[in-house]
T-cell receptor, first 117, second 113 residues
Framework: DGGITQSPKYLFRKEGQNVTLSCEQN?????MYWYRQDPGQGLRLIYY???????QKGDIAEGYSVSREKKESFPLTVTSAQKNPTAFYLC????????????????FGPGTRLTVT | GENVEQHPSTLSVQEGDSAVIKCTYS??????FPWYKQELGKRPQLIID?????GEKKDQRIAVTLNKTAKHFSLHITETQPEDSAVYFC????????????FGKGTHLIIQP
């Protein structure tokens, strides 16, 4: 079954703890993205990676870190420095970051709902 | 960076009527405009997209129009059905700076039976 997966679906953590969210894809996509979604808000870009061993900050990268050691995997760590970590986190992937006609379609994973108390 | 405004935030229509959701964007370099549908607790799914070299695109009951001069684009759903009820997001891609999409805040579409 091809696609993009995220685990776990729900995650609970105490304040002050770092937590890592998993994102895996078997679509052979080069580009991967992390977005955050808050109630009543659109999705906001945290980090993105166009290729293995390379990643860039998005609009709200503070308090987050990522790695891209393998093409299939793009884990996101929510650190204790993130002031409001409770949110729905969505990972996405696309064939590449951009082509001649602009961006490629992004496919989303099912999301991880993180609650920090 | 890019800024996307979406209206209305909530839209209620009678089943069978049409629904229109509008978005404006700020970066004239933006060249790709997807629309996503998100049901409660689920992942966003692409329903239609348009690139800056065309003005309109249709797929059965769904259409998107783009006005580059005015920097706005709209989603049109005709003959609405109960399964159209969801939150719809527009997005824009400019390619400058961050390579991800910039999303609007979403429209909650409610189809009244």
């Amino acid at each position: 079954d091809g696609g993009i997966t995220q685990s776990p679906k729900y995650l609970f953590r105490k304040e002050g703890q770092n937590v890592t969210l998993s994102c895996e894809q078997n679509l052979n996509h080069d580009a991967m993205y992390w977005y955050r979604q808050d109630p009543g808000q659109g999705l906001r870009l945290i980090y993105y990676s166009q290729i293995v061993n390379d990643f860039q900050k998005g609009d709200i990268a503070e308090g987050y870190s990522v790695s891209r050691e393998k093409k299939e995997s793009f884990p996101l760590t929510v650190t204790s420095a993130q002031k409001n970590p409770t949110a729905f986190y969505l990972c996405a992937s696309s064939i590449g970051a951009r082509g001649l006609a602009g961006a490629y379609e992004q496919y989303f994973g099912p999301g991880t709902r993180l609650t920090v108390t | 960076g890019e800024n996307v405004e979406q209206h209305p935030s909530t839209l209620s229509v009678q089943e069978g009527d049409s629904a229109v959701i509008k978005c404006t964007y700020s970066d004239s370099a933006s060249n790709y405009f997807p629309w996503y549908k998100q049901e409660l607790g689920k992942r966003p799914q692409l329903i239609i997209d348009i690139r800056s070299n065309v003005g309109e695109k249709k797929d059965q009951r769904i259409a998107v129009t783009l006005n580059k001069t005015a920097k706005h684009f709209s989603l049109h759903i005709t003959e609405t059905q109960p399964e159209d009820s969801a939150v719809y997001f527009c997005a824009a891609y400019s390619g400058g700076g961050a390579d991800g999409l910039t999303f609007g805040k979403g429209t909650h579409l409610i189809i009244q039976p």
